[in-house]
């Protein structure tokens, strides 16, 4: 049996070392957990990549919404992948559609072949194409390693019929993770289910500090997105006592 990996979408810099704390094996980096993650900033590359250990894939995404790009946001998308690549970092996250929902198949091979030899991983923008077969074939011809999906569900536990299916047809040519609600309540039936062996979550946690000062007239709690290490610790003795 392959060994199972766990990816763990982080936000901010505390988030991704409690990631590493908890297990993870790979980090996918990411800014504005609201819009779903878009590219981090380049002081947030430079200083990740200095102080994380484990391979990191920054999201390579301008904006929150669709997966539609323009003219002007592929070229931003280029300079980022560019950018991913001068700091050495091993892979990168993205994904783009036409507006009838099929890949982007041009846009999408200019960006493996400038990412190169990074891996590409294409992510959920996957979960809303039109033909999802279809469109698996497609990302294989574009040459990306993986695609992160959810079957097509707002969470993964309703979509495992089609990451089996997509897993089955894979063989090897390219790694379907399952993510997008998974946890360590789920994780060992959606591994035996769909024999992925790479796998994906957030395992978010809301923090704030509250010796931190703000006057009570603005009635707020200034909290932000991290990562919950014991969850992410649980989630791998599950797949390594499934693995044994």
């Known amino acids: 049996m392959k060994t199972r990996l766990l990816e763990i979408a982080v936000f901010t810099l505390e988030g991704a070392e ?5 297990g993870a094996n790979r980090l996918e980096l990411c800014e504005n957990p609201y819009d779903g993650g878009t590219t981090p900033s380049y002081g947030m590359l430079k200083k990740i990549k200095s102080s994380i250990h484990i391979p990191v894939f920054p999201i390579i995404r301008p904006r929150g919404g669709d997966f539609v790009y323009s003219k002007d946001e592929f070229e931003v998308m280029k300079h980022d992948v560019l950018l991913c690549k001068e700091l050495g970092y091993q892979g990168v996250v993205l994904g783009c559609l036409g507006t009838d929902g099929h890949i982007d198949i041009e846009m999408l091979a200019a960006l493996v072949a400038l990412a190169s030899p990074m891996e ?3 992510h959920r923008a996957f979960d809303r194409c039109h033909n999802p077969l279809k469109s698996f074939e497609d990302i294989i011809g574009c040459g990306c390693k993986r695609i992160l999906t959810s079957g097509q569900h707002p969470s993964v536990e309703d979509g495992l019929n089609l990451v089996k299916e997509l897993v ?5 040519r390219i790694i379907i993770m399952p993510g997008s609600g998974l946890n360590s309540m789920n994780v060992d039936k959606i591994a035996h289910d769909t024999g992925a062996v790479e796998f994906h979550t957030a395992a978010r946690k809301r923090e704030h500090r509250p010796f931190v000062f703000s006057p009570e007239t603005m009635n707020e709690e200034l909290s932000f997105i991290s990562v919950d290490a014991e969850e992410v610790k649980r989630i791998r003795n599950i797949l390594d006592m499934a693995h044994e």
């Open 120 to 122: 590409v991983t294409f």
């Open 18 to 22: 409690k990631a590493v704390e908890g």
């Open 168 to 172: 089955t047809q894979a063989r090897d």
